[in-house]
Nanobody
Framework: QLVESGGGLVQPGGSLRLSCVASRTIISFNNMGWYRQAPGKQRELVARISSGGNTNYADSLKGRFTIYRDNAKNTVYLQMNRLKPEDTAVYYC??????????WGQGTQVTVSS
């Protein structure tokens, strides 16, 4: 089970930090990541972190978004800075199993608007 929090309304240029708490130790997953889906668009990868701590990001978001984790809290975070209106979307946490398949959180809405 994955539970996200931290979404909300923020002005352009502002910051938000999303949290995803897993019901088991997060390093037991192959990867954990954040995806987003804007209205009328497909879900897309935002950032991902492997069990070994390697990260990768959508090219368009590098430098503004940072994924990191706290293993002791079974939590993965997404720090989002210099937010733009086009970042408005529902953000989903994902946990990928080593053998395939995985889990999704319920999503948290991020709205960037003045």
């Amino acid at each position: 089970q994955l539970v996200e929090s931290g979404g909300g309304l923020v002005q352009p240029g502002g910051s938000l930090r999303l949290s995803c708490v897993a019901s088991r130790t997060i390093i037991s997953f192959n990867n954990m990541g954040w995806y987003r889906q804007a209205p009328g668009k497909q879900r897309e990868l935002v950032a991902r972190i492997s069990s070994g701590g390697n990260t990768n990001y959508a090219d368009s978001l590098k430098g503004r978004f940072t994924i990191y984790r706290d293993n002791a809290k079974n939590t993965v975070y997404l720090q989002m800075n210099r937010l733009k209106p086009e970042d408005t979307a529902v953000y989903y946490c994902n946990a990928e199993e080593y053998y395939g398949g995985g889990y999704w959180g319920q999503g948290t809405q991020v709205t960037v608007s003045s």
